[in-house]
């Protein structure tokens, strides 16, 4: 029952799928519906056709205006000649076209992979080649930097890539549709079932690059309803998009898509500061707003500057995406009047929200509780063993929207997930007496910069193959603001000549950016080093080079 007759059975290449007892186990329990995400929007659409889906600048969008530009969007797609399975990378900043692209392309089966901003030429060029991407939508310019450069230099690595959209002044490459020019008529669905791969998240990873993470509409959609009732969403709510759109957290914990379940209103912002999104709070009567805890102290800071205190606006302020620091949480709760809501989340699947009716205490030093009573969570020590409650240990998760393997990548699957599929988070964690999961640390190998994820292999890469590097090692230095910080150890090559450890830093530093890397993956300190300290097993000790970096009193 499992492989339904389709003429798109190539839609599950490189894809590990859910075994069939549990496929059976999720459609009974209704979590799964058989519903694609663009059906989805299309039902959302034709419920709240006029209410206000997307404010944007000065422009606004009804529900049905939405959909109106999606399928003619998807109808622009389809006579450019794309067509079901065929991959596209959309990197946009929170701008309307993201949403037009992103279910537009849906409309007609293609499957988009959601790259960020910040992403660079190495990573963009990697999604395009895992995917055998044909197309790939970005914004002319965006924070200073001018991504149709980036899209010649895909262009000249990835042979896949045919065309590039431009949303703003398109240089060489295809101007974004006139929408008004566009034929608007509805595209004959294609042979595609709720089961198959929608789109691609991106994994932080921990080991050389970004992993792909195929969510099913199924799945994705279970996670999306219900992270809407949790947050108890409806057609009042005002919603601030202020992290980029394209990520998971803003995606559906609850996120866009939950709004848009909703029938609520968005409103993007392309800034998160202060300054500009308290405006915006004022001016549009917003009700809720996600941030990383490092943002949402940089507003506390500002309230505390004597910027008026938006957060008792607010119906709720959720924070997620790293650890928000159990003072902050109490200071934005008690001083500053915020209902605050923690989410605890990865782009893999499983979301835990503390609920709004939990006890203050338990929202101030928790981050919540599952979605699902089928999320499966065990909490085991460095043998897989299960240890008792209370007791800190490695995160294990299975359950109806968490993914059995990442896309294309056996090698890597048979240690991220255990044989009987359970995702290994890298996270340690424990679980108090009322049951809600308290992230301790960590024990994959990534550093968590106000959100950003960086595994630090994929960056000791690159510095690695800089001539007079030998090795280097990243690791994470604490940060008031960020929560963390990298910091790169480096054993440099003298080669007699010994310029000023400043110059050196600059010049690793430059050699990253221009290397390709995300500007987030660029390491924020330099340290150089004669010797690198080793574990007994002959492994770069990394704790040590942390404690060297504690004592060296440079944090
Ligand atoms: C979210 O997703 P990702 O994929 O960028 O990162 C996931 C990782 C988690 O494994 C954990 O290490 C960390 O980010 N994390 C947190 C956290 N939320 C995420 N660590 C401590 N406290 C938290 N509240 O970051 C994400 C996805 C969906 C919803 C929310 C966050």
């Not at 799964?32 to 206000?52: H, M, P, R, V």
């Not at 992979?113 to 055998?132: C, D, K, Y």
Request: charged residues 20%; contains cysteine.
């Amino acid at each position: 029952m499992f492989k339904q007759a389709t003429n798109a059975q190539h839609l599950w290449d490189g894809i590990v799928q859910y075994p069939p007892e549990f496929v059976e186990k999720y459609i009974a329990k209704g979590y799964w519906q058989g519903q694609t995400l663009s059906d989805f929007f299309i039902e959302c659409a034709e419920k709240y056709s006029q209410n206000t889906a997307l404010i944007c600048g000065a422009r606004q969008f009804s529900y049905a205006d939405l959909q109106q530009r999606i399928d003619a969007f998807a109808v622009y797609l389809s006579k450019q000649g794309y067509q079901l399975g065929d991959s596209v990378v959309i990197q946009l900043p929170n701008i309307a076209e993201f949403f037009i692209a992103y279910f537009g392309a849906l409309r007609i089966g293609m499957r988009p992979i959601m790259s960020l901003p910040a992403h660079r030429h190495i990573e963009v060029s990697h999604f395009i080649g895992q995917t055998n991407a044909k197309l790939y939508i970005c914004a002319d310019k965006f924070m200073g930097f001018d991504y149709r450069r980036l899209a010649h230099e895909c262009l000249k690595r990835c042979e896949s890539l045919q065309r590039v959209i431009v949303v703003g002044d398109a240089g060489d490459f295809d101007a974004w549709p006139e929408m008004d020019q566009l034929q608007m008529q509805r595209i004959v669905p294609p042979q595609l079932t709720a089961r198959h791969v929608a789109f691609f998240q991106l994994s932080g990873g921990s080991t050389g690059t970004p992993k792909l993470i195929p969510r099913t509409h199924d799945d994705y959609l279970y996670s999306v309803r219900a992270s809407a009732d949790i947050c108890e969403l409806n057609q009042r709510t005002k919603m601030l998009m202020v992290l980029p759109v394209a990520h998971n957290f803003s995606m559906s914990s609850a996120g866009s898509l939950g709004l848009f379940y909703a029938g609520g209103t968005l409103v993007l912002s392309q800034d998160p500061s202060a300054a500009t999104c308290f405006a915006l709070i004022k001016k549009h009567g917003i009700s809720y707003v996600a941030l990383v805890p490092a943002l949402a102290a940089s507003w506390a800071e500002a309230v505390q500057k004597g910027q008026e205190n938006i957060f008792p606006r607010l119906a709720v302020l959720q924070v997620g995406g790293a650890r928000l620091a159990d003072a902050l949480a109490r200071q934005l709760t008690e001083q500053y009047q915020c209902r605050l809501q923690q989410v605890f989340g990865m782009a893999e699947g499983l979301v835990n929200y503390t609920r709004y009716d939990d006890d203050i205490e338990q929202i101030i030093s928790t981050q919540g509780s599952r979605i699902s009573a089928d999320d499966e969570i065990k909490v085991v020590d460095d043998e897989d063993q299960e240890l008792p409650i209370g007791e800190v240990g490695h995160l294990l998760t299975r359950g109806p929207y968490t993914i059995r393997g990442y896309y294309n990548a056996p090698e890597h699957n048979r240690n991220a997930f255990t044989v009987d599929g359970f995702y290994r988070t890298g996270d340690l964690v424990r679980i108090n007496a009322e049951g809600n999961i308290i992230v301790e640390g960590r024990s994959k190998d990534q550093i968590n910069r106000g959100g950003e994820k960086i595994a630090t292999e994929e960056v000791e890469q690159v510095l690695n193959q800089h001539p007079q590097v030998i090795q280097s090692a990243l690791v994470s230095m604490p940060d008031s603001m960020l929560g963390e910080k990298s910091c790169a150890y480096i054993q440099w090559r003298m080669d007699g000549q010994d310029p000023s450890q400043t110059r050196l830093s600059m010049q690793l530093r430059q050699y990253v950016q221009h290397y390709g890397l995300a500007t987030y993956k660029i390491p924020d300190h330099i340290e150089f080093v004669e010797e690198m300290p080793y574990t007994a097993l002959g492994k770069i000790d990394k704790k040590a080079l942390r404690q060297r970096l504690a004592a060296a009193h440079i944090l």
